[in-house]
T-cell receptor, first 115, second 116 residues
């Protein structure tokens, strides 16, 4: 696609339910990132995928959070047993593997509201 | 892990004036990359400017320029001739140049208001 696509754009869920957030990166981008942005706050790093390497999961806040990246392309962030503090915008970004100065392109995020 | 600090939660500037947004970072690496991103109310993150740490010359993109002080680990963004469309959240970001360690770390952001 032309850009990073995230779905759904908005999600309201009940406390205790599981949710899946999807990210379609730009074709050919091997690096994929997930960030969480609470209301009016900065970007909190969650997880990073780089090609076939083991992902950097150091930012995941609890074992309720997990992410997969299938076939080196689409990624799914799963939050189990959602809590109200999980309410935030979840941003996905992708970039080329080579060159640390390459730009990370962001999707428009999924706004998750846990009620 | 590297940390990025933006000490100004909010800044305000008069239209057509100049404003500087501050960013400091903590790293033990000698080679890395720094970025400023803009996030308008639409939530779409947009790259404003980038700087390679091995370059001494400060990056410039039209009305946007940086003051990169490597020894001080400082990377400020200067916006000249501010326009109403510059109003947004601005995020400073760090990215390692080490192969296989290219995740990006962001500061907490600075909300810029432009007054007409």
């Amino acid at each position: 696609g032309a850009g990073v696509s995230q779905s759904p754009s908005n999600k309201v869920t009940e406390k205790g339910k599981d949710v899946e957030l999807r990210c379609d990166p730009i074709s050919g981008h091997t690096a994929l990132y997930w960030y969480r942005q609470s209301l009016g706050q900065g970007l909190e790093f969650l997880i990073y995928f780089q090609g076939n390497s083991a992902p950097d999961k150091s930012g995941l806040p609890s074992d309720r959070f997990s992410a997969e990246r299938t076939g080196g392309s689409v990624s799914t962030l799963t939050i189990q047993r959602t809590q109200q503090e999980d309410s935030a915008v979840y941003l996905c970004a992708s970039s080329f593997r080579t060159g640390g100065n390459t730009e990370a392109f962001f999707g428009q995020g999924t706004r998750l509201t846990v009620v | 892990a590297q940390t990025v600090t933006q000490s100004q939660p909010e800044m305000s500037v008069q239209e057509a004036e100049t404003v500087t947004l501050s960013c400091t970072y903590d790293t033990s690496e000698s080679d890395y990359y720094l970025f400023w991103y803009k996030q308008p109310p639409s939530r779409q993150m947009i790259l404003v400017i980038r700087q390679e740490a091995y370059k001494q010359q400060n990056a410039t993109e039209n009305r946007f320029s940086v003051n990169f002080q490597k020894a001080a680990k400082s990377f400020s963004l200067k916006i000249s001739d501010s326009q109403l469309g510059d109003a947004a959240m601005y995020f400073c970001a760090y990215r390692s140049a080490t192969y296989g360690n290219n995740d990006m770390r962001f500061g907490a952001g600075t909300r810029l208001t432009v007054k007409p």
